[in-house]
Nanobody, 121 residues
Framework: QVQLVESGGGLVQAGGSLRLSCAAS??????????MGWYRQAPGKERELVAT???????NYADSVKGRFTISRDNAKNTMYVQMNSLKPEDTAVYYC?????????????WGQGTQVTVSS
């Protein structure tokens, strides 16, 4: 069972920056991390993609965060980051870490418990 621990959320003024981290543990010796990503859910809205990064380092971003957010990962530490700059009030949400692990043709998905990001205007 993969455990994900998120950190770095908080309250920031519009235009400010935050860096979220997600550390994965409990992988065992057979599964490896395939894709990692961040999703977010604002009050009254559905969970949406923020950004993903695969094992080769290829990234994908939601249009709403392109040019402002940067996702990265440290494979040696099984840790993922997202640097969030030029934050806007509409970025306010609970941010969830997502990890897909793989062993041959088997895939498993895991989610973190979420970290709150609040951007004040």
């Amino acid at each position: 069972q993969v455990q994900l621990v998120e950190s770095g959320g908080g309250l920031v003024q519009a235009g400010g920056s935050l860096r979220l981290s997600c550390a994965a543990s409990g992988l065992g010796s057979t599964f490896s991390i395939n894709t990692m990503g961040w999703y977010r859910q604002a009050p009254g809205k559905e969970r949406e993609l923020v950004a993903t990064i695969n094992s080769g380092g290829s990234t994908n971003y939601a249009d709403s965060v392109k040019g402002r957010f940067t996702i990265s990962r440290d494979n040696a530490k099984n840790t993922m980051y997202v640097q969030m700059n030029s934050l806007k009030p509409e970025d306010t949400a609970v941010y969830y870490c997502y990890v897909r692990t793989q062993f041959r043709s088997l895939y498993r998905e895991s989610w973190g418990q979420g970290t709150q990001v609040t951007v004040s205007s």
